[in-house]
Nanobody
Framework: QVQLVESGGGLVQAGGSLRLSCATS????????MGWFRQAPGKEREFVAA????????FYANSVRGRFTISRDNTKNAVYLQMNILQPEDTAVYYC?????????????????WGQGTQVTVSS
């Protein structure tokens, strides 16, 4: 069983930055693709970014491409989401997700494991 714990959320002004972390309970380097999703109040969960098991492939939602960067450190069993130039529309609960299989995935139903989420609030 893979357990995921997100951290790093908080309140930031528009234009600011945050770095989210996702710690896993197992060696995610063993062929786990990882992703970040977010869900704003009253909206469906949406894809943000994904990364393959070795970090060699990444993919981003159009809304965050160029502002967010996903990365991973398999020696630390951790995945990160660096978020720059944050905007009020980025306000949401951010979730880390994992699934076996080495490539990246962009649909929430393709992931098997989820964290509890961390709140990101961007003020205007």
């Amino acid at each position: 069983q893979v357990q995921l714990v997100e951290s790093g959320g908080g309140l930031v002004q528009a234009g600011g930055s945050l770095r989210l972390s996702c710690a896993t309970s197992e060696r995610t380097s063993i062929a786990y693709a990882m992703g970040w999703f977010r869900q704003a109040p009253g909206k469906e969960r949406e894809f943000v970014a994904a990364i393959s098991w070795n970090g060699g492939n990444t993919f981003y939602a159009n809304s965050v491409r160029g502002r967010f960067t996903i990365s991973r450190d398999n020696t630390k069993n951790a995945v990160y989401l660096q978020m720059n130039i944050l905007q009020p529309e980025d306000t949401a609960v951010y979730y880390c997700a994992a699934r076996s299989g080495g490539f990246y995935y962009t649909n929430h139903y393709e992931y098997d494991y989820w964290g509890q989420g961390t709140q990101v609030t961007v003020s205007s």
